[in-house]
């Protein structure tokens, strides 16, 4: 059995219709030649998410994202957990809101298709990656 499903879970509201935001990560997915398996996204703030990089990664520090991993063979799959704060306090850097919601959304999926950012280089791909699809977000929806 095929199964396919992504899923958003907020206690807040998000900057875009989530089935806009489906659509968008199902094409990213496309995009770089693989399936969409099944992908949960849940938004919490900064403390929900240092608790998980603790419990989880033995990290003591805020972060914008964690990503868990359950690709099988080409089918991503996984766990995304994302800061609404630390997105809120980034984007006072960036400028848009709306686009580092979608930067950091996208970024989980590139982790879970196998981008890393560890070096300068990885971080640069990573970062083209980013934009060509937040471009694509915007041409399309």
Known sequence: MNRSDIS??????????????KLWIREVIDLENRKTGIISYTFVDDEELLRINKDFLN???????????????TTINGEIFISLDRIKENSLES??????FLRVVVHGVLHLIGYD????????LMR???????ELFHVKH
């Open 8 to 21: 958003f879970h907020s206690d807040r509201s998000l900057p875009f219709n989530p089935d806009d935001i």
């Open 59 to 73: 990290h003591d520090f805020y972060t914008d994202i964690i990503t868990f991993d359950e690709v099988v063979d």
């Open 95 to 100: 400028g848009s809101y709306q686009n580092e």
């Open 117 to 124: 950012d560890h070096s300068s280089s990885e971080k640069l």
């Open 128 to 134: 083209e990656k980013e934009d060509n699809y937040i």
